[in-house]
T-cell receptor, first 107, second 127 residues
Framework: EIVLTQSPATLSLSPGEWATLSCRASQSVDRYLAWYQQKPGQAPRLLIYDASNRATGIPARFSGSGSGTDFTLTISSLEPEDFAVYYC?????????FGGGTNVESK | QVQLVQSGAEVTKPGASVKVSCEASGYTFTNYVIHWVRQAPGQRPEWMGWINADNGNTMYAQKFQARITITRDTFARTAYMELSSLRSEDTAVYYCSRDYHIVTARSQGSGDYFHHWGQGTLITVSS
């Protein structure tokens, strides 16, 4: 089973700042990695798929990069609505799995 | 617009079974896979399995293989997830989610990202 480890666990930032979130896989997932945003009481929202493709309707301030075992989600110029928990997810192998999440909180 | 509407919250006892429904609208039901994902309080989401709404093929996570059944009714545009032999650790919000890619893209290696989501169904297992 592929294990995804996200860091940091918590990121304290102010609106307008850049956020850089990391996801590391225990073995290569090629580029088969997605990023999700989740707010309290809501379902996750797909942001990025296949490492760097923005899902339909996702703002350009969200970007993804990486391949193999190391991936990054960057949020340029945080908006107030971007404070949430972010998860990565791999589809390279069964079972599909998620990382433990990064909480982006307002400083 | 795409909508997935799930059945309501349930409280059930250890050893019982639960069946959650997910009614889809706003797209051609048989063009997509429906996934089931659960999330225990304060935990990461956990993928449970999927059903191809076109041909009814299923894939389950090995963890749930022995006690999960996912079905669909194409006329009702509804997918169902039944989980048996419930225990307290199964207390979670259960979500259905439509795949990002159309089923025909799966033969080319695409798929298995969770795009549209239901509102979630809280299942509480307690004696």
């Amino acid at each position: 089973e592929i294990v995804l480890t996200q860091s940091p666990a918590t990121l304290s930032l102010s609106p307008g700042e850049w956020a850089t979130l990391s996801c590391r896989a225990s073995q290569s997932v090629d580029r088969y990695l997605a990023w999700y945003q989740q707010k309290p009481g809501q379902a996750p929202r797909l942001l990025i798929y296949d490492a760097s493709n923005r899902a339909t309707g996702i703002p350009a301030r969200f970007s993804g990069s990486g391949s193999g075992t190391d991936f990054t989600l960057t949020i340029s110029s945080l908006e107030p609505e971007d404070f949430a928990v972010y998860y990565c997810q791999q589809r390279r192998d069964w079972p599909l799995g998620f990382g433990g999440g990064t909480n982006v909180e307002s400083k | 617009q795409v909508q997935l509407v799930q059945s309501g919250a349930e409280v059930t006892k250890p050893g019982a079974s639960v069946k959650v429904s997910c009614e889809a609208s706003g797209y051609t039901f048989t063009n997509y896979v429906i996934h089931w994902v659960r999330q225990a309080p304060g935990q990461r989401p956990e993928w449970m399995g999927w059903i191809n709404a076109d041909n009814g093929n299923t894939m389950y996570a090995q963890k749930f293989q022995a006690r999960i059944t996912i079905t669909r009714d194409t006329f009702a545009r509804t997918a169902y997830m039944e989980l048996s032999s419930l225990r307290s650790e199964d207390t979670a919000v259960y979500y259905c989610s439509r795949d990002y890619h159309i089923v025909t893209a799966r033969s080319q290696g695409s798929g298995d990202y969770f795009h549209h989501w239901g509102q979630g169904t809280l299942i509480t297992v307690s004696s």
